[in-house]
């Protein structure tokens, strides 16, 4: 979802490096957590949050200023659908390194 929402231009510059950042960071994170399975070190939660705390703080932004509702509607929804998929891939991850971590008998 995400790369399908960045495959066209993006109707707000701003959001393209957050987003692109979110992106790097979760596959880090997935290779850390394919590297758990093994026994390897837990993904970095931290690289993740920071991630989407600066996309987090980017949407929030362009709210504030109103650029979100300058937006014709096929940009609108490609935002909004790039906004859900961020959320849901951040969420989903926490998940699974949960999981992981769960079935590797860590605990915090």
């Known amino acids: 979802m995400i790369g ?16 692109a950042a979110m992106i790097e960071a979760a596959t880090a994170f997935l290779t850390q ?9 837990r993904p970095d939660r931290l690289a993740l949050a920071e ?11 362009l709210r504030h200023e109103g650029a ?17 998929a961020v959320e849901n891939l951040h969420a989903n991850l926490g998940d699974l390194a949960d999981r992981l971590e ?7």
């Open 102 to 108: 769960e079935h590797q008998g860590i605990v915090d």
């Open 51 to 61: 991630a989407h705390a600066k996309f987090q703080a980017t949407i929030e932004t």
């Open 33 to 41: 957590a394919i590297g758990l399975i093994s026994a390897g070190p």
């Open 68 to 84: 979100l509702r300058a937006l014709a509607f096929d940009d609108a929804a490609r935002v909004f659908g790039l906004v859900f």
């Open 4 to 19: 399908r929402a960045l495959a066209q231009p993006v109707a707000i510059p701003a959001l393209t490096e957050p987003a």
